[in-house]
RNA sequence: CGGGGCGUGGCGCAGCCUGGAUAGCGCACCUGCCUUGGGAGCAGGGGGUCGGUGGUUCAAAUCCACUCGCCCCGACCA
């Protein structure tokens, strides 16, 4: 696997930045728009959101979500009445201010966000605690106007999920806070296939508007953290700014207590950066709009003798719900087959030449790391299925081992800084809960906390001031 | 938003410094022959006006100004 057949792809190690734009353009998911900072999904790309949105849909789905869907604009009155969001938000909100030729009176933010326009239905359909809780997710859209862009990981539109609840008391929505990043973790562990860390943000790193912010944090190749998702405890931060009350049992008017949560097609970019190689892109199983590419060897009379035999393998494996095709061209050589798919991230290859027809079999290559297997046409639909969730759990375990080789910890700021300007990676270290020596890290080596991470010990001291900690976050640098 | 780099057929680049004739190369594409178990070979062919605008000049891909976009580092950012 070390020799590099692609050679228009940088080489991942030497420069990532360049091997990723390299390698989602190549695989073609992506193009550039016309726009500065958009960018076009192109089907293969669009086609792993789609099998995202499956999974995780049918996840919320199933913990009693409903989708629904809120208007993209929203008056700039209603962005105003949450102080903390405005604040937060509006450095990146693009506005609205003619309808056709007529200024209108109130400019119309493009949502960076739906707390606000959700917030405000909800203060109308909420009137008592028999109404609770409303569990509301939506499918969008958003626009933030960020000053740098790279494809799928910031964007300046982006598509994601967005779910809005609310509830009658603080447990009922933390438990909800909660419920949703375990789901997210799952997902993202078991589906694509990276492992993260799941935890608190400082209050400095919080949400704009929320109490609480959980986040799920994945480690890339390069020892920058990526945040691929985040689960928000809002109080009653946004029900008393947008009035949502209902009337509880004992004839009392309450507030609810809501969360938001949300994931996007970062992932796409996470997945990418944390399985490729020099060879292009590798998509787990789970999610891989095409799992299984089966390449005929086109050798001599290949049509009457291997072909039919893949156009039968293709079909059983249709009929056991694998994603699978065949690449019958004939104006490409099997070599080039092999790394056109490769590129694309197939993460498993089925070659049929004329030597396995007689031998009855087929052969099994994993994206990976090129392993083979040869089996039996009669064990095929298992002997892939099983290949198939090999790939899918060594992904995970690789991704796991880079993880873990990269996560340290350190008590003393300079090794700490040393930690960073090396390796990078994840770094434990205890911590007194003063936005003061969080600020200090990051003015010296630029990384923040990731997640609070546990609670200190008895005895353990502040990296920076000395005094006694409270946690041991999760610093690292970030995307 | 600050510093740096780069925009030349679809992609990757050369040419620019030192202005001058038909803008060149590799890949991709089209036609034909021949091949096919790791990106085959030969022959023929099509396609660009040099990111955009303005200027200097007899003459601009090349010099100057402005502008748009992309990439890297930093700041900012859920």
Redesign the pocket.
Known sequence: MSEK??K?IPSKKDDI??WY?SVIRKADLVD?APV??MMVIKPAGYAIWENIQKILDREFKKTGHQNAYFPLLIPESLLNKEAEHVE?FS??VAWVTLGGNEELEERLAIR??SESIICSMYSKWIMSWRDLPVLINQWVN?L?WE?????FL?TTEFL?QEGHTAHRDKEDAMEETLRIINIYKNFIENSLAIPVIMGKKSDK?R??GAVETYTVEALMPDGKAL?AG?SHYLGDNFSKAFDIKYEDKDNTLKYVHQTSW?V?TRLIGGLVLTHGDD?GLIIPPKVAPVQVIIIP???GNWKESVLPVAKTVKERLENVNIRVNLDDR?EY????K???W??RGVPLRI?I????IEKAQV?L?SRID?EKRFVSLNSLEDSVKTFLDDIQKNLFEKAKKFRDEHTKSSDNLDEFKEYMKEGRGFIKAPWCGEEACELKIKEET?ATIRTIGEKAKEGDRCIVCGKPAKYIPFFAK?Y
């Open positions: 057949l692609v228009e930045s360049k734009i550039y500065k900072g937060g450095p990146e960076p966000t958003v933030r000053k740098v862009t790279r494809p910031r994601w790193e949400f704009a945040q985040t949300g996007s060879n060897i086109s050798k004939e050589t099997p070599g080039w092999f790394s056109e490769e590129m070659e030449g004329p030597k396995d052969v290559v090129r630029t970030s």
